[in-house]
DNA sequence: CAGCGGAAATGACATTCGTCACCTCGAATC
DNA sequence: GATTCGAGGTGACGAATGTCATTTCCGCTG
């Protein structure tokens, strides 16, 4: 019997994929999870074979769950379920040793397939990504993205600056650096770029 | 026996739903559509009691859908399912005659049930968005709504221009009035602000 | 200690944006 | 035929943005 742990913010998904992993007879779904802090918890009590959980989701994400997960419970196998198709999101959940990163556009029993290949030993990549991996990698500096993530909320250069206590004119800096990276026309095409690649 | 139709594009999602609804003695999945067009001819040739459809989809929308369904098969319900409590979004599937707005937060079972109301007539409005529903309305013309489309996708007022066919300063003039409309900082505010309201 | 490199800042400059008042032209209205 | 009105356009002007060269201030490293 796997035992799984499911960690999905959507409430419809995680209960139609957990009543539905559970009919399969090899699969258990011993607690589902509406967020990462909740995850966190569940592994300590529950203490499951496989971790399948969502990127994005309030609280911490997937990602930060992978690498807390490496750290402190080394034994348990992660499996990104998301929607993205983003090269930084799958470089970022490879370096945190994740076993299997898988889309949303899965079907159900594909998706049941994977996660026992999984539990046996294997690392499970969806085609898709596997070819993306290893194309660009994020040239920001950590600032620019700062920067960068403010710009795509709409703040001006002095309103980024208060937040991040810098002057104006080096937020101008940053942002006029992080365009010609991006190889962007201006600040909201980078953004979009950074954000897609998911380097935000 | 209610007879369902599908629309949503996320497979994982459509998939592990339709087996759950299907499982219900008074339900029936009579088809599954990945978007739009393919929700049209399901329609044709099923002729379901019941649609339930996601908004954001490739192809054309749920909404462009719902429009659809009035005028060709009124006696259909339509039912939207989607992640976004967006009032223009709901503004605009209550002018298409839906009998039902849920958000993908709702667990099976309510959804289910609600299903069933609306099978027998009722009106199912998610809680969350009835406030919201008459709050403020869309005060965005055509023009300055394409203009901030584009605009929120990065292009300067130059190349918006060279798409809309206008000349620079006209793009100028109508981002200026949404943005005084929205009440915004600047172009990327309005348009965060104009998507986040379901006005785009 | 000298020297190097990265983070932050400054100043100058051209370009783009945002605002506003005003112009044009064609269709609808009177 | 004159008037009104709305879509589109112009021009001017200040503010914000983008580019670059240069400077200061560390902390390292040889």
Redesign the interface.
Known sequence: MIRLLLAED????L???G??LDLEDDLEVVARAANGDQARQAIETHRPDLLVTDIEMPGSTGLELAEWVREAHPEIRVVI?T?FARPGYLRRALDAGVRGYLL?????EP?ADALRRIHAGERVIDPELALTAFDSKDPLTERERQVLRL????L?NAEIGKRLHLADGTVRNYLSEAIGKLA???R?????IARDQGWL
């Open positions: 959507q409430a419809l998904l209960g139609a994929l009543s539905l379920l929607t949303k556009e899965t079907p159900v998706l710009a795509g909320e709409g001006s962007a026309e201006n909201i095409e980078a953004y979009r």
